[in-house]
């Protein structure tokens, strides 16, 4: 399982990591590991993961995503006034060319990664940034969080595993979390009470 490396760097990493999840979410399949204290108790895989936001299963052929195409004009736009992004406008035509949004979408969230694109102010063409600016499309991410965290939660019922202190996330999907909130990691956030709330109701 792809989850299970991470975990294991944690409790290796931190002595003081007990009861943990890591979610590792990819592009077709969202891989769990389940740990305790130092054992690795259960792993498992289910297909549901970030494709799921940017492609329709049910109809294989579809080039439209309400989400990307929403967006990909105005970042085509930047990618093409600016010659020093000229390569990465030409993959955007490619992967755009070829009808498939989630690769596209994939493209996208990786712009502000790439060396071509250091030097430059990517306010404009971050995909992150600008889907955490927006509020049209953030309950769908939300509910796509929230449907993975239900799964994880009646995994733990299921199994009779105590209820995690701990929660990971990996994986190129797991970005996706950040467009909810960036204060991922204040024990107030928003987030961390939502994930919660599920837990508790699942786990009553």
Excluded: C, W
């Excluded at 399982?1 to 077709?28: C, F, H, K």
């Excluded at 736009?77 to 498939?100: A, P, R, V, Y």
């Excluded at 996208?108 to 102010?121: P, R």
């Amino acid at each position: 399982s792809e989850s299970e490396a991470p975990i294991r760097y944690y409790l290796n990493q931190y002595g003081n990591t007990t009861r943990m999840v890591n979610i590792d979410i990819g592009g077709g399949t969202t891989d769990i590991s389940i740990a305790d204290q130092k054992n690795v108790l259960f792993t498992t895989s289910f297909r549901f993961a970030s494709n799921v936001l940017f492609e329709d299963s049910y109809a294989k052929a579809s080039r439209f995503n309400g989400i990307v195409d929403s967006f990909k004009g105005n970042i085509y736009e930047m990618l093409q006034n600016n010659d020093t992004l000229k390569e990465l406008k030409e993959i955007f035509e490619s992967i755009d060319n070829s009808g498939k949004p989630a690769n596209l979408a994939s493209f996208l969230f990786g712009i502000n990664d790439t060396s071509l694109a250091k030097d430059v102010n990517l306010a404009n063409i971050d995909f992150t940034t600008i889907l955490q600016n927006d509020e049209k499309f953030k309950v769908v991410f939300l509910i796509f969080y929230g449907a993975i965290i239900y799964q994880v939660a009646q995994i733990i019922k299921a199994k009779d595993i105590k209820e995690p202190r701990h929660i990971s996330f990996s994986g190129n999907g797991s970005k996706i979390i950040t467009i909810l909130t960036q204060d991922i990691q204040g024990r107030n956030s928003i987030l961390s009470e939502f994930t919660k709330a599920i837990f508790e109701v699942v786990l009553e």
